[in-house]
């Protein structure tokens, strides 16, 4: 079982930027197609990014096209999201996940496993 742990949120002023990490481990990180949610007090959890096993393949939320970027190295074992011009829309619990795929999909029931978040707060 493959183990996610995220880090790089904090606190940050609208417009701002972050980068957050998600490290993997226990399983072969080039096998699984990874990808980025979050989740706001009281709504449901929602996909920001995908990425597929080798890189070559990224899909995007219409929310935050052009100001997210999804990467991963694989000899890392490790995807990132970089994210600017933040918003305080933004602010919420970030979780990445892995699915034993091919493909990106946006629903959380087709994710294998789950990192346990890291908090984005965007101050206006």
């Known amino acids: 079982q493959v183990q996610l742990v995220e880090s790089g949120g904090g606190l940050v002023q609208a417009g701002g930027s972050l980068r957050l990490s998600c490290l993997a481990s226990g399983r072969t990180f080039s096998i699984y197609a990874m990808a980025w949610f979050r989740q706001a007090p009281g709504k449901e959890r929602e996909f920001l990014a995908g990425?597929?096993?080798?890189?070559?393949?990224?899909s995007y939320a219409d929310s935050v096209k052009g100001r997210f970027t999804i990467s991963r190295d694989n000899a890392k074992n490790t995807v990132y999201l970089q994210m600017n011009s933040l918003k305080p829309e933004d602010t919420a619990v970030y979780y990445c996940?892995?699915?034993?795929?091919?493909?990106?999909?946006?629903?959380?029931?087709?994710?294998?496993?789950w990192g346990q978040g890291t908090q984005v707060t965007v101050s206006s």
């Open positions: 996940a892995a699915r034993r795929g091919a493909t990106v999909v946006v629903t959380t029931g087709d994710y294998d496993y």
């Open positions: 990425i597929t096993r080798s890189g070559g393949r990224t």
